[in-house]
């Protein structure tokens, strides 16, 4: 594997690139179908893709930028962490967007999102 663990249980996007692109893609448009099936071949909760527009956002922030309340509690419910970023928290990308995200930032902020 190239590249340190993001954390102990869920690597970065190195194995399969185009898998966590393909899962941060999918959550940005809201496509639970789609993510639960990247899910099952692969795709970590927690991990961010290296490559493309999606570098660097796990697929909470992505899901929470488009206000996509159920792929939000798909993936809280599946242990995403709703802190988790290195350039901006879910919640922070939620408001900052406002785009049908009320229900999303009361998802995130009852799950502990700061």
């Not at 899962?23 to 789609?34: I, K, M, T, V, Y």
């Not at 927690?46 to 899901?63: H, I, K, Q």
């Not at 879910?90 to 408001?95: D, F, N």
Request: charged share 25%.
């Amino acid at each position: 594997m190239v590249g340190k663990k993001y954390s102990e249980n869920q690597p970065r996007g190195y194995l399969h690139p185009g898998l966590q692109w393909r899962f941060s893609e999918a959550a940005s448009r809201g496509d639970l179908n789609e993510m639960k099936r990247l899910f099952e071949k692969g795709a970590k909760i927690n991990a961010e893709p290296f490559d493309g527009v999606f570098s660097g956002f796990p697929a909470l922030v992505c899901a929470a930028s488009g206000g996509h309340s159920n792929v939000v509690e798909w993936l809280i419910a599946n242990g995403a962490d709703v802190n988790l970023s290195p350039n901006d928290t879910p919640l922070g990308v939620a408001i900052y967007r406002l785009r049908d995200t009320e229900k999303t930032i009361d998802v995130l902020k009852s799950n502990g999102a700061k």
